[in-house]
């Protein structure tokens, strides 16, 4: 079934220690995003790549890195992961860049840093 | 700056009953507008967008969204509720310059009461 599949499901890390979440879609799409949801404030867009080979920061990039070497995985990493990047993270892709473009999601990663 | 409200963090309506989930956005221009649902833990599930044309638009499991601009609303409705309905819904947004960001409310857990 075609779609967006995110690995680990859920990880308990310990604060300082290097974490990569791993995101693959199998779509085609050119475009992918990385958001974090917190209770209370929906979802927030970490980084995005309109296309492999480019990325670009989004609303929260502090203490994220991303890269997109090719068009299906967009890894997320936490160089050194702190407390406050306990959240549940989400990868999406959509087909273009595009305002109409609508984003779909896969089932997320529960990541909590202690 | 690009904004959407949802004001009720909880709607219940009995099953049977129609239900309405509000959304309101704020942004420059004209708005393309998404509604999405999350079970738990699970990732989000498009359900319906506007992008221009009709003010009434028909998505998945039988909801529909109602564009109206002067209000700057995009809320969403079902004329009889499921208990398989229960969950959280979120209303997000884009402006026309096709920026990545799309802009998520907090949203609204919906239940529906056998």
């Known amino acids: 079934i075609a779609g967006i599949t995110q690995a680990p499901t859920s990880q308990i890390l310990a604060a300082g220690r290097r974490m990569t979440l791993r995101c693959t879609q199998d779509?085609?799409?050119?475009?992918m995003y990385w958001y974090r949801q917190d209770l209370g404030l929906g979802l927030r867009l970490i980084h995005y790549?309109?296309?492999?080979?480019?990325?670009g920061k989004g609303e929260v990039p502090d203490g994220y890195s991303v890269s997109r070497a090719n068009t299906d995985d967009f890894p997320l990493t936490l160089a050194s992961a702190v407390p406050s990047q306990t959240s549940v993270y989400f990868c999406?892709?959509?087909?273009?860049?595009?305002?109409?473009?609508?984003?779909?999601f896969g089932p997320g990663t529960r990541l909590t840093v202690l | 700056a690009q904004s959407v409200a949802q004001p009720e963090d909880q709607v219940n309506v009995a099953e049977g009953n129609p239900l309405t989930v509000k959304c309101t956005y704020s942004?420059?221009?004209?708005?393309?507008l998404f509604w999405y649902v999350q079970y738990p833990n699970r990732g989000l599930q498009f359900l319906l967008k506007y992008i221009t044309g009709d003010n009434l638009v028909k998505g998945s499991y039988g909801f529909e969204a109602e564009f109206n601009k002067s209000q700057t609303s995009f809320h969403l409705k079902k004329p009889s509720a499921l208990v398989s309905d229960s969950a959280l819904y979120f209303c997000?947004?884009?402006?026309?310059?096709?920026?990545?960001?799309?802009?998520f409310g907090t949203g609204t857990r919906l239940t529906v009461i056998p």
């Open positions: 790549s309109n296309t492999a080979g480019t990325t």
């Open positions: 999406a892709s959509s087909k273009g860049q595009g305002g109409t473009d609508t984003q779909y």
């Open positions: 942004v420059s221009g004209n708005p393309y």
């Open positions: 779509m085609r799409h050119n475009a």
């Open positions: 997000a947004v884009r402006d026309q310059t096709g920026a990545n960001n799309l802009f």
